[in-house]
């Protein structure tokens, strides 16, 4: 469980984040999205103790991360998978972790097994990993000392397509385990598919929170008739707002009250159903087009 | 995206199926300094400067035994043949221990798993310390050794002139460089900008001084005010006046403590990205 409240933090006139609320619950995952400098990542540090609020605050568990008595078996934290010592090796990065943490060394292999690195190349140093190696290197420090909440900050970043399967499970699997998993993403895909709740934000500020559902479910029914004109006029004589898409129409109107117009319309339906929902994308253009570096010349 | 994919997704957690769990011990102390030690020795660039310290210090008996002139050969002049190496090189391990965790950014690691600063700073502050005494030791027993060698090879007695105190000057002279170290560490946070201060701090400015003060009397009667090397280097082979312990303490108030506690105020307040 994760509870931020009214998180705000201000760099001389300039706030980089700005009055933020939002709790990430056990069982769920959380996906933390916005456009780059948006303030994830400070929202994140904020969060793991690293940087001090301006004002409010980021509770973990019912506390906040600076008293948490050893916080790796608790939280497992990973804000950036290239800072590692690049002179060490990934099973040295672990071995040291584990000992901090007071866990003992078989640890160590079980995570190197859970993660897939292999014998030979945790016995590599950092130097030599590639950016996925490093990732996978980072989520199994974050979850060597069976935490309760992973905060992971873009850790699909440099994973191959198999990778990024591979760590949607894994976050799936955690959650549903009872655990709490918040990670942001660029990457609207990546979000999308693993996130049960998201929060977006902009500029700073939360622009849309809820269940990926809430946020991605659509009020329009699609519609196909062979008689499309004429299914299109009846729509509209009943009041219905519809608009042809693609040899279809997108109605506002449930499926049932649109099937009832055709069926009295003596228009045979071809197709009727919900229009797919929302893609996440164009809802996060959208919300955050206001606040985009790229913005509207508006 | 299909609805199918969605609709799955979208079904309900399954809630939290995981105890609620007891909140773990706190991390013992001694812990942390065990593993900012291991931190210090465990990466490639840590290893090879103990070891070439280790290696310097070898080559500096051999040398002092194949070149010295053996009939006058005590043990002083093989703990100071050890020793300066060792001096000169372990103040860089120093800097390394706060340094690293900037400029490889484990400090991000770092203080998420011990989020109090202090406790860090302090582990590894202790942890140089203890090396610094460690190492002078290990000195003594290298320069014992080749004492005893010598002895071996002209038939004369040993000489074994190190008292007590003037060994634990030594170490004093010797941490000071260990302090200096982590001062400059601390307040820069860039390995190769307080190891390059380091160097400018222990064998540039000598230099300035010593110019200045064949130039300028004043300078030349009252470096001992502000030079730190001019005081601490008489740490390794005099008998200090009472005005030269002043000046000692003065000049590592300037030198040490001050940047030391200026530094430790910066990585305290800082953002660790």
């Known amino acids: ?298 | 995206m299909s609805t199918e994919t969605l609709s799955s997704d979208v079904l309900p957690a399954t809630g939290p199926r995981r105890v609620p769990r007891r909140s773990p011990e706190p991390i013992p102390f001694g812990r942390v300094l065990l593993v900012e030690l291991q931190k210090m020795f465990d990466t490639r660039a840590g290893f090879w400067l103990m070891a070439s310290i280790v290696i310097a210090s070898v080559i500096a008996t051999v040398v002092t035994v194949l070149l010295g002139d053996r009939d006058a050969l005590s043990f002083d002049s093989f703990a100071a043949a050890v020793g300066s190496p060792m001096s000169i090189l372990l103040p860089v391990a120093g800097v390394l221990a706060v340094t690293s965790e900037w400029s490889q950014r484990t400090a991000l690691t770092t203080f998420t798993l011990v989020p109090s600063r202090p406790r860090v700073i302090g582990a590894k502050v202790i942890d140089v310390l203890a090396i610094g005494v460690v190492s002078m030791v290990l000195a003594l027993g290298i320069g014992a050794l080749g004492n005893v060698v010598t002895s071996l090879v002209t038939g004369n007695d040993a000489i074994w002139d190190i008292s007590a105190t003037s060994f634990a000057k030594i170490i004093l002279a010797n941490e000071l460089g260990m302090l200096l170290g982590l001062a400059l560490g601390l307040l820069f946070r860039s390995s190769p900008a307080a190891v390059v201060g380091y160097f400018v701090v222990n064998f540039v400015l000598p230099g300035i001084s010593g110019a200045l003060a064949s130039s300028q009397q004043w300078w030349a009667d009252h470096a001992g005010w502000f030079d730190l090397n001019q005081t601490r280097f008489l740490l390794f082979d005099s008998n200090l006046t009472g005005e030269q312990w002043t000046q000692l303490g003065v000049t590592t108030l300037i030198w040490i403590v001050v940047p030391f506690l200026v530094g430790l105020r910066l990585v305290l307040k800082t953002e660790i990205k």
Request: proline residues 3%; aromatic residues 4%.
């Open chain 1, 1 to 298: 469980m994760i509870t931020v409240e009214s998180l705000t933090k201000s760099y001389g006139g300039y706030t980089a984040v700005d009055h933020v609320s939002f709790t990430a619950a056990p069982g769920r995952v959380t996906g933390f999205l916005g456009p780059n400098g948006a303030g994830k990542s400070t929202t994140m540090r904020i969060m793991a103790g690293l940087t001090e609020p301006s004002s409010g605050s980021a509770h973990i568990l019912g506390r906040r991360f600076a008293e948490l008595p050893n916080p790796g078996r608790e939280v497992g934290v990973l804000l950036d998978a290239s800072a590692q010592h690049a002179g060490r090796t990934g099973r040295e990065v672990l071995r040291i972790n584990a000992r901090l943490m007071g866990l003992p060394g078989s640890r160590v292999d079980e995570m190197l097994d859970a993660v897939g690195l292999t014998e030979e190349e945790s016995l590599r140093r950092v130097r030599n990993y590639s950016l996925g190696m490093r990732q996978r290197l980072g989520i199994a420090s974050a979850l060597l000392g069976d935490p309760e909440v992973l905060i992971l900050d873009e850790p699909a970043n440099g994973l191959d397509p198999a990778g990024i399967r591979w760590m949607r499970d894994l976050l799936r699997g955690f959650a549903d385990g009872g655990g709490t998993v918040l990670l942001s993403s660029h990457l609207l895909n990546e979000i999308e598919v693993v996130a049960d709740d998201i929060v977006v934000i902009g500029l700073g500020r939360i622009v849309a929170s809820g269940t990926k559902a809430d946020l991605l479910a659509s009020a329009e029914t699609l519609v196909r008739a062979d008689d499309l004109r004429g299914l299109h006029a009846a729509l509209v004589g009943a009041g219905l707002a519809s608009t042809p898409a693609d040899g279809a129409l997108l109605v506002s109107g449930d499926a049932g009250h649109i099937g009832r117009i055709a069926f009295a319309a003596g228009i045979a339906v071809t197709e009727l159903r919900a229009a797919d929902g929302a893609r996440l994308e164009e809802m996060f253009l959208e919300l955050t087009a206001s606040t985009a570096r790229e913005g509207n010349a508006a």
